[in-house]
């Protein structure tokens, strides 16, 4: 079993940044990929990004790309979103999840086994 805490969020003007992290503990020394999703208001949850173990692959959003930097410290199990230039429409709650191993479907709920409980995100315009 793997928990997953985030933290990090909080309220944010448009145009800011903020830094999301990502704490896993309990079985963290195997393979494990990780994503972001959010939820917004009345939305349903989407895919933000992916990154592998190894950081070999990294995906984005096309809402995000360019805007968003996904990391991981794998000495410190932590994963990382670093949201910059961010905008009213990324309001929402950003949960991390994890699955063992990459899969090419990194963009689906359905891939990631173990989520955490989520974090607000509120940008002001």
């Known amino acids: 079993q793997v928990q997953l805490v985030e933290s990090g969020g909080g309220l944010v003007q448009a145009g800011g940044s903020l830094n999301l992290s990502c704490a896993a503990s309990?079985?963290?020394?195997?393979?494990?990929?990780m994503g972001w999703f959010r939820q917004a208001p009345g939305k349903e949850r989407e895919f933000v990004a992916a990154?592998?173990?190894?950081?070999?692959?990294?995906h984005y959003a096309d809402s995000v790309k360019g805007r968003f930097t996904i990391s991981r410290d794998n000495a410190k199990n932590t994963v990382y979103l670093q949201m910059d230039s961010v905008k009213p429409e990324d309001t929402a709650v950003y949960y991390c999840?994890?699955?063992?191993?990459?899969?090419?479907?990194?963009?689906?709920?359905?891939?990631?086994?173990?989520w955490g409980q989520g974090t607000q995100v509120t940008v002001s315009s």
């Open positions: 999840a994890g699955r063992y191993g990459w899969s090419s479907n990194y963009y689906r709920q359905t891939t990631y086994n173990y």
């Open positions: 309990g079985r963290t020394n195997s393979n494990y990929a």
């Open positions: 990154i592998s173990m190894s950081g070999r692959y990294i």
